[in-house]
């Protein structure tokens, strides 16, 4: 089935890359929380929510693309949860640095994640445990986290804000910081080119959850800012579908 997964996000990241090159002016909407949805995303959903009825036609699909006209289920203890376009501000900027990303959630935890960089042609995976890189030239190679005695930070290029600047002043170890868009930021982090993400401000559970199944996999974590515990991706206790402050470490 992973395969399968992995084909479904390529196939969706091709389709990105249609609009991403096409002459034709990008069609641009914009959500309730004032966020871009273009073309791009509404044609990736639809691949990816077919893939996935076609593969598993009894696990139900969240997709970022139909929360606005959908009820989902509380108690669904399994379903795929996926972003079909993460990044679309980067989309939307040329810049190369957005994500096709799919992940399984089983009881609130991601146990399957996949994140297709189309730009790059770099796609990343990870199940049971263990996480994957194939590159652009097709090349494979289990990755895993890297600690370092000056750690690399790696922050939202779209979103910063006065709590992570608190944070980044509150550090007292020498630090680097690199700035990079969508959910890249989890994958540099499980491939060892940076050890600290951390995030403040708002992100929903789709944005999360293939890179937290990648980071998880390769050794490191994704814990709550405040509460020190698993970003929990369980639909039962939810008010909402946002994540809580969080922190991406090695």
Same mark, same amino acid.
């Given at each position: 089935m992973l395969r399968?997964?992995?084909?479904?996000?390529?196939?969706?990241?091709?389709?990105?890359?249609?609009?991403?090159?096409?002459? $034709?002016?990008?069609?641009?909407?914009?959500?309730?929380? @004032?966020?871009?949805? @273009?073309?791009?995303? $509404?044609?990736?959903?639809?691949?990816?929510?077919?893939?996935?009825? @076609?593969? @598993?036609?009894?696990?139900?699909?969240?997709?970022?693309?139909?929360? !606005? !006209?959908?009820?989902?289920?509380? !108690?669904?203890n399994i379903y795929w949860l996926i972003d079909p376009l993460d990044g679309t501000k980067e989309f939307l900027k040329k810049n190369g640095e957005f994500t096709v990303n799919i992940s399984l959630i089983e009881y609130g935890i991601p146990i399957l994640g996949v994140i297709y960089a189309p730009y790059f042609n770099t796609l990343y995976y990870a199940y049971k445990q263990k996480s994957w890189k194939i590159n652009s030239l097709g090349y494979k190679e289990k990755i895993s986290v890297v600690q370092s005695n000056i750690p690399k930070f790696i922050i939202s290029r779209s979103h910063p804000n006065e709590k992570l600047h608190d944070f980044l002043n509150k550090t007292e170890k020498k630090y680097t910081i690199k700035k990079l868009g969508s959910s890249l930021k989890f994958c540099y982090i499980a491939e060892g080119k940076a050890q600290v993400?951390?995030?403040?401000?708002q992100t929903y559970i789709w944005d999360t959850a293939a890179g937290h199944a990648i980071v998880t996999a390769a050794g490191g974590k994704v814990i709550t800012y405040n509460e020190k515990k698993d970003l929990n991706y369980s639909l039962l206790s939810r008010r909402s579908l946002t994540n809580s402050d969080f922190l991406v470490l090695s």
């Open positions: 399968e997964i992995c084909k479904i996000a390529r196939n969706a990241g091709a389709a990105i890359m249609k609009v991403y090159y096409s002459d $034709k002016l990008i069609d641009i909407s914009y959500k309730f929380d @004032t966020s871009p949805v @273009t073309n791009a995303d $509404k044609i990736a959903n639809k691949i990816i929510k077919n893939g996935l009825v @076609t593969i @598993t036609p009894n696990i139900p699909i969240l997709s970022e693309e139909d929360v !606005n !006209n959908f009820k989902y289920n509380k !108690n669904w993400y951390p995030r403040f401000g």
